[in-house]
């Protein structure tokens, strides 16, 4: 999923279509550090988990920090704090949603992902 800044994934998000958008908000760490490589291990993890497998998927990831998607980060009420820990993935279609946090966060995509899947080709 191509942007630029918050209000294009927003704008996205609101169109009304049947698309399934995973969003992966993190909080960026000091490269090398722990909080760095938590973040890599969840994406790379995610991709080869899920999104390899749903390539239909819209993906984007957000620096919860990064002020450019700060009307995003408020808009959908990330933790910012909670990031510091690990990531939050948002999975959503047609505005319907679960946020997920903590260290079940990749497998309970993947086990959410057929039903979302479904779901979008179904209407």
Do not use: C
Request: proline share 3%.
């Amino acid at each position: 999923m191509e942007h630029n800044n918050g209000h294009e994934v927003l704008r996205e998000l609101e169109e009304g279509n049947h698309n399934v958008y995973v969003i992966f908000f993190y909080a960026e760490g000091v490269e090398g550090s722990e909080l760095d490589a938590r973040n890599n291990d969840y994406e790379e993890t995610l991709i080869t988990k899920v999104l390899d497998d749903y390539p239909e998927f819209h993906y984007a990831k957000i620096d919860a920090r990064n002020s450019d998607y700060e009307e995003l980060v408020s808009t959908v009420g990330v933790n910012v704090n909670e990031l510091q820990k690990s990531p939050s993935i948002l999975i959503m279609e047609h505005g319907n949603g679960a946020w997920i946090h903590g260290p079940e966060t990749i497998s309970k995509i993947a086990e959410y992902s057929p039903a979302y899947s479904t779901r979008s080709k179904n209407s």
